[in-house]
């Protein structure tokens, strides 16, 4: 079952306001300074991915994973730049349990818009993705799970790991949350995607603007693997604006 990623009351308004809205209407917020959006906590959320819900008032949040606090962000956090954007389920260089992990924490959904995704995969991690004739022809998307595609999309966004914490947890209430701040980097999820498709490293510019998301122990403590936590967390501004060849 999906685990439920919390965010803070501002995130969740944020996430209601444009969730009903395509990318030219989201964008066009921009345009107005009273209307714009594109700071606020949650706008970055890949909502895609997450089931998210508000985080209790009276929530426990024993740790805190910030980049604030470098040292401990490094030794817990990778923003890997060989599982950014499209990745399908036959990549060659993917952490052990990949979709299993991921899957438990932020399942991709396919929507029209990942027709064509397959001809994005990450640089790092592309393939020859096996497509049924359907998908040549344009009538399913590749790997949506539903064709005779074996060949899965598991994920297309900002993909974090979070590792080293079943230690840590073991002396944690299971009612307890870990706050995991993530830096969102913004030339690079932009408009212009400068960077998004190459294999830069997410973390090479100061941070602009994060996102914080929070876990429950006890939705860690059954994940597949709570020493290993695979989250894809950050969407693009480009996410539902739909692949072409």
Same mark, same amino acid.
Request: glycine share 6%; with cysteine.
């Given at each position: 079952?999906?685990?439920?990623?919390?965010?803070?009351?501002?995130a969740m308004?944020?996430?209601?306001?444009?969730?009903?809205?395509?990318?030219?209407?989201?964008?066009?917020?921009?345009?107005?300074?009273?209307?714009?959006?594109?700071?606020?906590?949650?706008?970055?959320?890949?909502t895609?991915?997450?089931? +998210? %819900? @508000?985080?209790?008032?009276?929530?426990?949040?024993?740790?805190? &994973?910030?980049?604030?606090? !470098?040292?401990?962000?490094?030794?817990h956090?990778?923003?890997?730049?060989?599982?950014?954007?499209?990745?399908?389920?036959?990549?060659?260089?993917?952490?052990?349990?990949?979709?299993?992990?991921?899957?438990?924490?932020?399942?991709?959904?396919?929507?029209?818009?990942?027709?064509?995704?397959?001809?994005?995969?990450?640089?790092?991690?592309?393939?020859?993705?096996?497509?049924?004739?359907?998908?040549?022809e344009?009538?399913?998307?590749?790997?949506n799970?539903?064709?005779?595609?074996?060949?899965?999309?598991?994920s297309?966004?900002?993909?974090?790991?979070?590792?080293? +914490? %079943? @230690?840590?947890?073991a002396?944690?209430?299971?009612?307890?949350? &870990?706050?995991?701040t993530? !830096?969102?980097?913004?030339?690079?999820?932009?408009?212009?995607?400068?960077?998004?498709?190459?294999?830069?490293?997410?973390?090479?510019?100061?941070?602009?603007?994060?996102?914080?998301?929070y876990?429950?122990?006890?939705?860690?403590?059954?994940?597949?693997?709570?020493?290993?936590?695979?989250?894809?967390a950050?969407?693009?501004?480009?996410?539902?604006?739909?692949?072409?060849?």
């Open positions: 079952m999906q685990a439920t990623i919390y965010v803070s009351a501002e308004a944020t996430v209601n306001a444009i969730s009903n809205l395509d990318y030219y209407d989201r964008v066009s917020l921009g345009d107005d300074p009273a209307t714009d959006l594109n700071t606020s906590p949650g706008y970055y959320l890949n895609n991915a997450l089931h +998210l %819900a @508000e985080l209790p008032v009276d929530a426990d949040v024993a740790i805190h &994973i910030t980049p604030a606090d !470098p040292a401990l962000f490094g030794r956090v990778s923003i890997p730049a060989n599982l950014r954007g499209p990745i399908f389920s036959g990549a060659p260089n993917l952490p052990l349990g990949y979709a299993e992990k991921i899957a438990h924490w932020s399942p991709l959904t396919p929507t029209a818009h990942h027709r064509g995704a397959v001809y994005y995969q990450n640089v790092l991690n592309a393939y020859c993705v096996n497509l049924t004739d359907s998908d040549e344009g009538g399913a998307t590749a790997g799970g539903i064709s005779d595609a074996c060949d899965i999309l598991l297309d966004g900002i993909v974090v790991v979070i590792t080293g +914490l %079943a @230690e840590t947890i002396n944690m209430a299971s009612n307890q949350y &870990i706050a995991l993530i !830096p969102i980097n913004t030339n690079m999820l932009g408009i212009e995607l400068d960077g998004f498709r190459t294999a830069q490293e997410y973390l090479a510019d100061p941070v602009q603007q994060t996102e914080t998301l876990l429950r122990v006890s939705d860690v403590q059954v994940s597949p693997d709570a020493d290993m936590i695979i989250i894809s950050i969407r693009s501004e480009l996410a539902d604006y739909g692949y072409t060849y």
